[in-house]
């Protein structure tokens, strides 16, 4: 699976951005997709995941209610809507796939197997 991000920009704080990822390959439709975030100087941090339907998601903590994933496998492609941003959501955002497990929605780095690579996200105050 090959993933190719797209959408970031600069924002001012409250506005919105939608990311895209565009997966190549045949086993999108199996493979449960992540967004993962990494500030300067800071590691990697969750922020969304979605199974391989689109019926089951799961958000970090710090952007839940104001970011909203989503997939649609006929394109192969899941987006991640940010509203409401904040200085704070600043980084390189990272889409992320992996094979699906057992209704499981994995959260952490090490779990995922292919990589985007990565587009930046820069919310002004």
């Known amino acids: 699976v090959q993933l190719q991000a797209s959408g970031g920009g600069l924002v001012q704080a409250g506005g919105s951005l939608r990311l895209s990822c565009a997966a190549s390959?045949?086993?999108?439709?199996?493979?449960?997709m992540g967004w993962f975030r990494q500030a300067p100087g800071q590691e990697r941090e969750f922020v969304a995941a979605?199974?391989?339907?689109?019926?089951?998601?799961t958000y970090a903590d710090s952007v839940k209610g104001r970011f909203t994933i989503s997939r649609d496998n006929a394109k192969n492609t899941v987006y991640l809507q940010m509203n409401n941003l904040k200085p704070e959501d600043t980084a390189v955002y990272y889409c992320?796939?992996?094979?699906?497990?057992?209704?499981?929605?994995?959260?952490?780095?090490?779990?995922?197997?292919?990589w985007g690579q990565g587009t930046l996200v820069t919310v002004s105050s």
């Open positions: 979605i199974n391989w339907s689109g019926g089951t998601t």
């Open positions: 992320a796939s992996r094979a699906a497990y057992r209704g499981t929605l994995y959260t952490l780095p090490r779990n995922y197997d292919y």
């Open positions: 390959g045949r086993t999108f439709n199996n493979n449960n």
